[in-house]
């Protein structure tokens, strides 16, 4: 019971403190697995692509159209190639990169007009920390700080010398520090609960822009349907405040959302791992009035390398 | 492994080629640079008309003359469409209150910044 309340407060401390990225479509995997935490001396790559799609205006939570006017936008979507890269320091410690590359970053606009930016992501670079196991294997918390490195570009500009608008930039040009609190519960056997709490402040880059502070909580559980085969639910929320820009508040910046995703996952080979994970929005509430996301589907391949096994068979090979 | 270096070299393509080229598009835009004397002068920048509503066209003209002049247009946060000595913006509800448009006019000699502003409301 009191490990229970101790994982509630975690969860509700980090949450009250917590906040994201709001205009810009920021982008990271939805890992599949949170808790994800590599044994030691193994080595994961993960590649992904993700697809994004928005259509609509929200004021508020309801729809919003602005009539006629020809520069509202009508879609507005982006192709992101991503690659995670997680090691297990110790047993309890795994460090993980994150970054990608964002191709076709659009806006396309009633009367036909478009937008396209292209161009390296942030990098996020973060620390996970198991500090917390209980004797019945029954409770396991982690904790991970990191940073988001601002890599991609910010001030891109088309060949003929126009910028582009700061929502197809690929990179913010502010570093970034996340926090994030997991716990995972286990139930029955092989049958898991994990709940997380991720906090990200946005600092402010070299035009004065600063992106919203960013809450997510996340509660997911996976269930193993046929061999390989496991079905991952989990339910996102997240809590994004307003951007500033020279110290002002852009009011029709942050927003409530809460997003379902039902994926799919199937382990094959040896410690091969494909995954589809759609993303839905079932509920979103903006400050003022905002483009909302219709839709992202991401698809993650990830291959697990024990390092120690090939040193071992390495250093075999070199004795015969 | 060799699996491994596969599928990120073949993820590494599909990124190249899939990407369409970095730009942008309006349809009334298309106006190039505007050369009408070998004499460099930039006498103003002008934005045609100076309040809109979201979603509505500004047109703000570079004046200015020389040769083989390079025009580098930017903004605090509206969005820019077209290139040359005309463009035209617009702005999302995210941008509501004065936008800054800043405009670069080179001959590869001389270079002058001007900004103009406009107002964006619901």
């Not at chain 1, 975690?10 to 810009?24: D, E, K, N, R």
């Not at chain 1, 478009?114 to 294997?137: A, I, Q």
């Not at chain 2, 509503?53 to 570079?62: P, R």
């Amino acid at each position: 019971m009191i490990r229970f309340i101790l994982s509630v407060f975690c969860v509700i401390l980090f949450s009250s403190s917590s906040y994201s990225q709001c205009c810009a479509q920021g982008c990271s995997m939805t890992s599949s697995d949170i808790f994800d935490l590599l044994s030691k001396n193994h080595l994961e790559v993960t590649g992904f692509y993700k697809h994004s799609y928005s259509d609509k205006y929200y004021s508020g939570s309801s729809q919003y159209s602005f009539g006629s006017a020809p520069l509202s936008l009508k879609n507005t979507s982006f192709d992101y190639f991503g690659m995670s890269i997680g090691y297990g320091i110790t047993k309890k410690l795994t460090a993980e990169a994150q970054g990608g590359y964002f191709g076709n970053k659009t806006q396309n606009f009633v009367d036909g007009a478009w937008l396209v930016g292209n161009g390296l992501s942030d990098w996020e670079v973060t620390l996970k920390y198991n500090f917390y196991n209980s004797k019945d294997s029954v409770w396991s918390m982690t904790i991970s700080p990191g940073i988001k490195l601002p890599i991609g570009n910010y001030r891109d500009y088309t060949p003929q010398g126009v910028k582009l608008s700061r929502d197809v930039q690929s990179g913010t040009g502010a570093y970034a520090g996340i926090i994030e609190y997991a716990c995972r519960i286990k139930l029955k056997r092989n049958f898991y609960i994990v709940a997380s709490s991720e906090f990200e402040y946005n600092g402010i880059n070299p035009e004065q822009y600063q992106y919203g502070y960013k809450f997510t909580n996340i509660v997911s559980t996976k269930l193993n349907l046929y061999k390989g085969l496991s079905f991952i639910g989990m339910l996102k929320h997240e809590y994004c405040t307003n951007d500033y820009f020279y110290d002002q508040e852009i009011l029709a910046s942050g927003y409530n959302r809460i997003t379902a995703i039902p994926a799919l996952s199937y382990d094959f080979g040896n410690d091969w791992s494909l995954t589809a994970i759609p993303e839905f929005p079932l509920y979103q509430k903006f400050n003022s009035i905002q483009f909302a996301q219709a839709y992202n589907v991401s698809c993650s391949l990830t291959k697990d390398i024990n390092l120690s096994r090939s040193k071992l068979s390495s250093s075999k090979a070199w004795h015969k | 492994m060799k699996l491994l270096y596969s599928l990120i070299f073949v993820l590494a393509i599909f990124t190249i080629y899939s990407c369409k080229k970095e730009g942008s598009y309006f349809p009334d835009s298309g106006t190039g640079n505007k050369d009408t004397s070998s004499v460099y002068s930039y006498s103003s920048l002008i934005a045609t008309p100076d309040t809109i509503q979201v979603g509505q066209i500004v047109d703000i003209y570079a004046n200015a003359t020389g040769k083989n002049l390079i025009y580098t247009w930017s903004s605090s946060h509206a969005e820019i469409f077209g290139s040359g000595y005309h463009i035209q913006c617009s702005a999302e509800p995210c941008c509501i209150g004065n936008q800054k448009i800043t405009c670069i006019v080179s001959d590869g000699v001389h270079s002058v910044t001007k900004y103009v502003v406009f107002n964006v409301s619901f």
